[in-house]
């Protein structure tokens, strides 16, 4: 395992340990949360761009085609 040193200003480290604290959790554990959650937001973007450059518009159409022209279920409806 690795470790690296980051400089953060005063109030955003008094931030970080109230936080920390309220959560009763640590610091470090806090971090490395925050950075996986961070790296895998960004890979699902990269991810989803990847995916929507091989759509086509024809494709979607022609499956769009298939569906029934009928009135969507109660629970389904936008209010």
Same mark, same amino acid.
């Given at each position: 395992?690795?470790?690296?040193? $980051?400089? %953060?200003? /005063? /109030?955003?480290?008094?931030? %970080?340990?109230? @936080? #920390?604290?309220?959560?009763? #959790?640590? @610091?470090?554990?806090?971090?490395? @949360?925050?950075? #996986?959650? *961070?790296?895998?937001?960004?890979? /699902?973007?990269?991810?989803? %761009? #990847?995916?929507?450059?091989?759509?086509?518009?024809? *494709?979607?159409?022609?499956?769009?085609?298939? $569906?029934?022209?009928?009135?969507?279920?109660?629970?389904?409806?936008?209010?």
């Amino acid at each position: 395992m690795n470790s690296i040193s $980051v400089h %953060l200003p /005063d /109030d955003l480290h008094e931030q %970080l340990r109230d @936080v #920390t604290d309220r959560e009763g #959790t640590s @610091v470090n554990q806090f971090i490395l @949360v925050a950075i #996986t959650e *961070k790296i895998s937001a960004l890979l /699902d973007a990269e991810y989803l %761009l #990847t995916r929507a450059e091989r759509g086509s518009a024809e *494709k979607f159409n022609i499956v769009m085609q298939k $569906v029934s022209n009928s009135e969507p279920e109660p629970h389904d409806r936008l209010e």
